[in-house]
């Protein structure tokens, strides 16, 4: 089976881009988590959908939107890219808690 | 606020020898604790997971962990280390049925 699939696994962006990030979960997976991991920190919680609905965000700015398709896939927009935007943004899916989740490889994006 | 802290940021250890990362944890009611592992430019894998029962917890790879509710700690143990077990270690509790927070997570080096 594939797990959580991301894409694209790099990107480079410049100040006041928009980015959209893309997550494929594990078949049967009906929750999408995305979290966002700066150098040196642990990651961070940005949102969770279940489905297509969202059950919880993070603190982070309304330039950070997201929603889920009816196959359960997932997209992250991020508007108006800061500099500080720069990190490894990870997506994860779930069956439900007692499964914990499981985690894709990541999109590393780099804002110049 | 819910959460877990890790003391170390850094655990060195030679190859043989018996590995312990540290975690404590503050929650309210039962935990619900995780480690992962993340090597480097990859996601998060997930090793383990404490929700209920044994205290001593063993998951993948050759770790287990240890749930000590009067210490509110969750050590990561594996008792011979390899080279391969260098990586970053998070800690995580699950506030909410939704969040994952994590510490800022250990670097493990294993010398040969």
Redesign the interface.
Known sequence: DAGVTQSPTHLIKTRGQHVTLRCSPISGHKSVSWYQQVLGQGPQFIFQYYEKEERGRGNFPDRFSARQFPNYSSELNVNALLLGDSALYLCASSLNMDYGYTFGSGTRLTVV | AQSVAQPEDQVNVAEGNPLTVKCTYSVSGNP?L?W?VQYP??????LL?Y?TGDNLVKGSYGFEAEFNKSQTSFHLKKPSALVSDSALY?C?T?P??????????TTVTVRA
Not at chain 2, 41 to 46: D, K, T, V
Not at chain 2, 96 to 105: E, R, T, V, W
């Open positions: 619900y995780f992962y430019n990859r996601g998060l894998q997930f997971k929700i998070f995580a699950l909410n049925d939704y969040k994952l927070s994590f510490g800022a997570g």
